[in-house]
């Protein structure tokens, strides 16, 4: 009998709920960029990321490949961005990094649809986050500290309900019951599977 593999979803959640927090708490103003946020974004929410979606993958799990592998490759592609003008490539003008986050909050936007049949922190995730990429992209765009600062606090809330769910996650299954509620969703049956099941 082959031994069932963990649920990797927890460690991907906690990489990008703590990696987030962190990089909006610069955005907040409270801190600079510095090694910390960097190293953040590289190995646990960048690399991190990208090992839970290959985890996933091999679980036969389609949205949580497509999440954390994305999100990971979204984290180091942000590092990159911020390190290589540093390396002597031109940096992108703040309207080409309005697109960049403005087609994330595209793909999460759909993402967002995708996690409307699961747990309700899920959906909340997956919605706080579709906001919190286009306040970036209009930050960007406009220029404006308010909605950047809009988008900080926003993004502080989006990260620390991603490790709300992660714990809930883990000490819900060591319990064995619901110590921390995350809205489970009730799968209805449908109506022919029933009638099939009566008829059998």
């Known amino acids: 009998m082959s031994t069932p593999l963990a649920n990797p979803a927890p460690l991907g959640l906690m990489g990008f709920g703590m990696t987030t927090i962190l990089l909006n708490i610069h ?16 190995f646990y929410g960048g690399l991190g990321q990208v090992i839970v979606g290959i985890m996933c993958f091999m679980r ?20 990159g961005l911020i390190l290589m003008p540093n390396a002597g490539v031109a940096a992108s003008p703040a309207s ?7 087609l994330w909050g595209v793909f999460t936007g759909f993402m967002f649809i995708g996690s409307l049949r699961y747990a309700r922190i899920k959906q909340f995730i997956f919605g706080s986050l579709t906001v919190l990429f286009f306040l970036l992209a209009a930050r960007d765009f406009t220029g404006s500290e308010l909605i950047g600062t809009i ?15 992660a714990m809930a996650q883990v000490i819900n299954g060591e319990y064995g019951r619901t110590v921390l509620p995350i809205g489970e969703r009730k799968v209805k049956t449908p109506v022919v599977a029933v009638s099939e099941a009566k008829a059998a």
């Not at 103003?29 to 946020?37: L, T």
């Not at 502080?156 to 490790?163: E, F, L, N, P, T």
Request: include cysteine.
């Open 60 to 79: 036969g799990d389609t949205f949580g490949t497509t999440a954390f592998t994305s999100y990971g490759l979204f984290w180091l592609t942000l590092v």
């Open 96 to 102: 080409f990094m309005g697109w960049y986050l403005a």
């Open 27 to 42: 955005n907040a103003g409270f801190f600079p960029i510095d090694a910390m946020i960097l190293a953040m974004g590289i």
């Open 151 to 165: 988008a900080a606090w926003e993004g502080i809330i989006c990260g620390a309900s991603a490790i709300y769910f």
